[in-house]
């Protein structure tokens, strides 16, 4: 089968994006697997499919599939490439856009500059919904926040902040963020016994209560140059624990997110991420009928 396609990349997080506004393309978990290929397929960190309306109200649905061809709840850089792509495609002019993602409705808008804002929902700190098994722990408590020890093969324990942006994120404080050993330990933490649906591994440096720098492991893709999720996730869990403030800029290895998140509103309060959103190519590809 052939398929359209276009790449792109959020702060170097990158995409291939599919429109099934006019039907779905019905693919498997093994032909995600093959687009997100870097030798035999596109190259991807995640696979977004751009989807009609599930609902009166909503304006899309937007379906997404990491590199390993799990499906799943969330995804900031995609939100806000996912934005780009449909208004570069003509299918929609609005701003903002309501849309529907496995973990709920986001809303997104447009800025003048071509950067995208989307407002990422409350961040979600029950254990149970993360999820994250604790028992038998005994947290560290800062600032009123719990980090929690996470004993890593060789590493010992490892204190790690937990929350959900409606996917799971461990975050951890390095000193420096160049030397942090994401490749070691991110693939430990993605697959740790205590995260069930495992999870995405966050280091974090503080350089100052509102500028950090952050590399991800996330899970089903590995280190990605970026991580939107990963960023709102290591900013509220860095307010949280008293280091930052409520506007933070994140810079990553492939860019700048700017996150925002009014604690003093009240712990449900919406997280805004905002930053930039470029497509790269298009093209099509024939994607193996065997993989089916
Ligand atoms: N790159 C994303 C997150 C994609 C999903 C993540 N790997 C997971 O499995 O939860 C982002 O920008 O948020």
């Not at 720098?213 to 709102?232: D, I, M, S």
């Not at 996150?259 to 930053?275: H, N, Y």
Request: negative net charge; proline residues 7%.
């Amino acid at each position: 089968m052939q398929i359209r396609f276009t790449k792109m990349q959020g702060a170097g997080n990158d995409f291939v994006v599919l429109d099934e506004t006019h039907g779905l393309l019905g693919l498997s978990a093994a032909q995600y697997r093959f687009l997100a290929d870097r030798h035999f397929g596109v190259g991807a960190d995640q696979i977004l499919s751009v989807r009609p309306a599930p609902a009166p109200g909503l304006d899309f649905e937007y379906v997404i599939h990491n590199a390993d061809g799990g499906e799943v709840e969330h995804c900031g850089n995609g939100a806000r490439c996912f934005v780009r792509y449909v208004h570069d495609q003509g299918l929609s002019e609005r701003n903002p856009l309501r849309v529907k993602v496995k973990k709920g409705v986001i809303e997104l808008k447009r800025l003048a500059d071509g950067r995208v804002t989307v407002d990422m929902g409350p961040p979600v700190f029950a254990l149970a919904d993360v999820p994250f098994n604790a028992s038998g722990l005994k947290p560290e408590r800062l600032n009123g926040f719990e980090r929690w020890p996470l004993t890593l093969p060789y590493a010992g324990e490892v204190p790690v902040a937990v929350l959900s942006m409606g996917n799971p994120h461990a975050v951890l404080r390095v000193d420096d963020v160049d030397d942090a050993p994401v490749a070691g330990w991110g693939p430990l933490i993605e697959v740790h016994e205590r995260f069930p649906q495992r999870v995405n591994a966050g280091f974090l440096q503080v350089v100052d209560r509102t500028t950090v720098k952050l590399r991800v492991y996330e899970r089903g893709a590995g280190e990605t140059l970026a991580c939107g999720t990963g960023a709102c996730a290591a900013v509220v869990a860095g307010i949280r624990l008293g280091w930052l403030d409520e506007r933070v800029d994140v810079h990553t290895r492939g860019g700048l997110l700017t996150i925002e998140w009014k604690a003093s509103d009240g712990l449900d309060a919406p997280v805004f991420m905002t930053g930039p959103a470029t497509p790269v190519f298009n093209g099509v590809i024939e994607v193996p009928d065997h993989l089916s």
